[in-house]
């Protein structure tokens, strides 16, 4: 059974940063993609980035490109979202996900098989 533990979220005032941590525990990063989905209160979920288990290869939502980075320390067997240029239309619940998604489908949240507890981030004007 894996188990995701997200942690690092906060209060940030625009154009700052922060960095989200995820603790992966059941599973090694060769057996799932890991990723990071986030909801605004009243909306959907919103896919924000993954990384492929296969190659490394990464993935961001374009409100996010450039400002976003996903990567991971083997050794601590944990999953970072490095936010920056941090926008008020960034706030939400963010999640750490992992699944086997198709890479046509690598932005369907009913791809990812785990989820984690979320972390509240909130980003003030």
Known sequence: QVQLVESGGGLVQ?????????AVSGST?????????RQAPGKEREFVSVRRRSGGRTY??????????ISRDTATNTVF???TSLKPE???VYY?????????????????????????VAVSS
Not at 14 to 22: E, H, I, K, V, Y
């Open 90 to 92: 960034d706030t939400a």
């Open 29 to 37: 990063f060769n057996d799932y993609d890991m990723g990071w989905f």
């Open 96 to 120: 750490c996900v992992a699944g086997r998604p198709i890479l046509s489908a690598i932005e369907d949240p009913l791809m990812y098989n785990y989820w984690g507890q979320g972390t509240q």
């Open 14 to 22: 625009a154009g700052g940063s922060l960095r989200l941590s995820c």
């Open 81 to 83: 979202l490095q936010m």
């Open 60 to 69: 961001y939502a374009d409100s996010v490109k450039g400002r976003f980075t």
